[in-house]
């Protein structure tokens, strides 16, 4: 046998469970991933997804060189050149476009990685002296994110390991199972000690399979049930009374605007019944300690942000925060204490600061001429950590901004995604085991390292020493941009965390009181939840844009809601080109409930098409009863490429942003469903 270690590494991707890893190597190839048995949250398992990393790094399609487009855009039609050339083409095109105008070139980045160096390091510092426009990363959490941040004054929250002590845990808009597995795991532990496990969801998931009972709400109605419950508190005088006077502000006025949704009001506009609204009030308020986990799903409609600021009160008005089995988490991320500034070094950027672009409304940004209030046309994007065309909501309109012909656009990949086959150049990155790194995480409330286990296969590059060398071929001399990555991770966090010995461990716990909330403390400005801020007012129900009782007229040609969560073994779109992953899924599906597929004479197996004025999807029908009547499920996010006629469900989204927070709306959107032509099918065949 050869030389054998292991190293600490962390799971990159965009889920609460940050999982602590162990790698072993042989011989410089990586044979093991395991979770690493001490880590508290992780406690040594691995989701079906991360246990397979060894598969996605030695993927036979893994892009190991840089590559120059051959043939249109979208094609994905490249050739191989070297990474002098592509750096120096790619320098002259973003030096000629910013001597006009640097806004004209924008970044595009998400959560491909959550790694602080490999995400918004060396990358923010380079656009920011380029002075190129700023993106604004809204495209998951920025809705729940502001909400909490105007409630509590941060993302903060529970512990995640103290789910184990709940008595009756809600857990709202997340299928724990798939996407949450390891706070499941505690929250499967309440369940064997006695606790009642509550699903609010409006599909029946795997996780609502698992709980006593499941709450299938009509999309977006999330905000209405969160009234209803505060309306039956104050009836039942369910409330603690000394809790909300000494560490809260706006109860007199959420109180008033409660008065206002009864269990009957708040049940009609949910799609349930007013026992189920009362029950669940009932349950909640007098079984402790009682917790809510509330997942992001549920924010991605019109009012999920004001959805959030209602939810996020309930466990103050019953004094929930006083036990550490009580309370919520949405997010952890406010806990960890990271030196952005440090990181971005936002003191590059120029005066006055350059214009901010949405990136949930990418396809319209690309499509918009120069104009006073948008600045200039964007000439040239570079996409890394994300792959947009598959993602962005309302992709018609992506796809055809992509398209541009005078769009220069530059990829960082590990995979020809969807985005990728419409870049001009693609650059090779590195996977996670490949690189050195450090995180945080919104899903628990340590920091962990992430070291590098095996060399960068081929000629792959870490996103850092990329843009390093952007910077250098540009002339970029300040000392920020030779911070090594070890140093930068150094920088990453202020001296809470011992850098030296989270090293050494792998991990390292945040110094936090176990109920970090029992006597008030919240991180607001005067240290109480605030239920009204000045400057967003009290939160009411605010109703989606695209609904049956909301837009009853384009409801009459589009009846059913649609949303699209992700697919059990995808992580937005990663993994999905993962072939033993992608066979579990086997193909593209759209549920739809037994009473709706008998209106539309449709059956189970059959190809159909999902249609709006937008675009339409074609995809097999699942009939079964985890769709509620009156809503499908597309379940996502698969790569274009990989759809039946090159289409996924963001055919159908829109680009409208939500109340606050300016997220997008994916679950905000009517369709109508109807059996494939046999010419279509033809087609496609």
Known sequence: MGQRTTVHAACPHDCPDTCAIRVTVEDGVAVRIQGDPDHPPTHGALCTKVARYTERTYHPERLLHPLRRAGPKGSGRFTRVSWDEALEEIATRLRAIAARDPQAILPYSYAGTMGLVQGESIAARFFHRLGASLLDRTICASAGGTALNATYGSRVGMHVEHYRESRVILIWGSNS????LHFWTFAQEAKRAGAKLICIDPRRTETADKCHQHIALLPGTDGALALGMINELVRNDWLDHDYIRRHTDGWPELSAQAALWPAERAAAVCGLTAEEVRGLARDYATVEPSAIRLNYGMQRARGGGSAVRLIAALPCLIGAWRRRGGGLLLSSSGFAPIRRNALERP??????????????????ALLR????????????????????????PQSPQVVRGFAREDLFTVVLEQFQTDTADHADFILPA???LEHFDVHASYGHTYVLVNEPAIAPLGE???NTAIFRALAARLGFTE???ADTDEQIGAQAFDATVDFARLRRTGWWRLPLADAPFADGGFPTPNGRAQF?????????????????????????????????PPARHFLNSTFVNVRSLRSIEGEPLLEMHPDDAARRGLSDGAMVRTYNDRGEYRCRLQVT?????????????WWRKFGVAGTNANELTHQRLTDIGRAPTFYDCLVEVAASAPDQLAIEA
């Open 177 to 180: 199972i798939a996407s949450n």
């Open 532 to 564: 009204a801020p000045a400057a967003l007012g009290v939160a009411d129900f605010v109703a989606p844009y695209e609904s049956v009782q909301s837009a009853p007229e384009l409801a009459l040609r589009y009846p059913l809601a649609m949303i699209s």
């Open 479 to 481: 000392d920020c941009f």
């Open 347 to 364: 003191d590059l950027l120029p005066a006055p600061t350059p214009r901010t672009v949405n990136m949930s409304a990418i396809g319209e």
């Open 369 to 392: 001429e120069a104009a006073p209030g948008f600045g200039p046309k964007i000439e040239a994007l570079v996409v890394y950590n994300s792959n947009p065309v598959a993602v962005a």
């Open 430 to 432: 590195t996977t996670q």
């Open 625 to 637: 009863d985890r769709a509620r009547p009156g809503v499908v499920v597309a379940l996502g996010v």
């Open 460 to 462: 792959a590059r870490p």
